[in-house]
Nanobody
């Protein structure tokens, strides 16, 4: 069982940076794949980035080159560094986790654990 708590969201201007954190409680966190999803008003929750338990990295095209996902298993932490933010990055960001890895890593349904979300608002 894993509990996830996101933090680090806020109101920023286009071009700014933010670092989101996902803090996990529970054992064996190093065996989990963790992903970040974003949900904007009126839209479905969409994949942003993921880091596998082997630290392989995966990005949506909208995030690649601007966002970096990383993990510190000793601290049970996963981060999402977001640079050059755009208005379309606005939304509630959720971290999600599952044991091991799934080739369907960008799909909401493969994750068993979710945080409560943190709001990111990018103004122009």
């Amino acid at each position: 069982q894993v509990q996830l708590v996101e933090s680090g969201g806020g109101l920023v201007q286009a071009g700014d940076s933010l670092r989101l954190s996902c803090t996990a409680s529970g054992d064996m966190f190093a065996k989990y794949t963790v992903a970040w999803f974003r949900q904007s008003p009126g839209k479905m929750r969409e994949f942003v980035a993921a880091i596998s338990y082997k630290s392989s990295l995966y990005y949506d095209d909208s995030a690649r080159g601007r966002f970096t996902v990383s993990r510190e298993d000793a601290k049970n932490m996963v981060y999402l560094q977001m640079n050059n933010l755009k208005r379309e990055d606005t939304g509630v960001y959720y971290c999600a986790a599952r044991v091991a890895f799934s080739a369907r890593y960008s799909t909401v349904g493969v994750y068993d654990y979710w945080g409560q979300g943190t709001q990111v608002t990018v103004s122009s």
